[in-house]
């Protein structure tokens, strides 16, 4: 069975910090996501990498996929109020045509 | 619009009864998803459907069945609701394997 682990599970910090969330596993992905999702609402998609070593970012938030494409972080800079919720990483399997998601990170922002 | 919409979005039920959740989607996507969320267990697949006629199990399919009434259509029953059935369900569609999947809203289902 393919496994995500994510870490930490909880966090909480105050504004203006940087933290970084962690997506691990023992297999190789073909591509690997992340998602958002804020209480009473669905999961959106903020990336995905599919190249290993890619790094993306969107804003204050850093994505980077390993060079193995077994690994990937989400890196936040000065985080504000509004990056509180559960991010969650995903990951492609080529033989099922599924994504397999990790049990996801809360993380809540203090002003 | 939403383009994924699932029905109801609150359900409280007692142990035994049956429940149908509801998911309807206007992307035109031929594949769609049921998900359970619990806390600190993330999405956990139940059932999944690359098409109307296609219909799989996922990791947690049992005390569950599915319905795929047609392309924008995907529902979810619990034959006889049990207490740890209680959960967050999400449907979820998308257009390509492994590629970004839409979410429906939720439906927070208690079953006492």
């Known amino acids: 069975t393919q496994l995500l682990e994510q870490s930490p599970q909880f966090l909480s910090i105050q504004e203006g910090e940087n933290l970084t969330v962690y997506c691990n596993s023992s297999?190789?992905?073909?591509?690997l996501q992340w998602y958002r999702q804020e209480p009473g609402e669905g999961p959106v998609l903020l990336v995905t990498v599919v190249t290993g070593g890619e790094v993306k970012k969107l804003k204050r938030l850093t994505f980077q996929f390993g060079d193995a494409r077994k690994d990937s972080s989400l890196h936040i800079t000065a985080a504000q109020p509004g990056d509180t919720g559960l991010y969650l990483c995903?990951?492609?399997?080529?033989?099922?045509?599924?994504?397999?998601f990790g049990q996801g990170t809360t993380l809540q922002v203090k002003p | 619009d939403a383009d994924v919409t699932q029905t109801p979005r609150n359900r409280i039920t007692k142990t035994g009864k049956r429940i149908m959740l509801e998911c309807s989607q206007t992307k035109g996507h031929d594949r769609m998803y049921w998900y359970r969320q619990d806390p600190g267990l993330g999405l956990r697949l139940i059932y999944y459907s690359f098409d109307v006629k296609d219909i799989n199990k996922g990791e947690i399919s049992d005390g569950y069945s599915v319905s795929r009434q047609a392309q924008a259509k995907f529902s979810l029953s619990l034959e006889s609701a049990i207490p740890n059935q209680t959960a967050l369900y999400f449907c979820a569609t998308s257009d390509l394997p492994q590629g970004e999947q839409f979410f429906g809203p939720g439906t927070r289902l208690t079953v006492l």
């Open positions: 297999s190789v992905f073909s591509s």
């Open positions: 995903a990951a492609g399997s080529s033989n099922t045509g599924k994504l397999i």
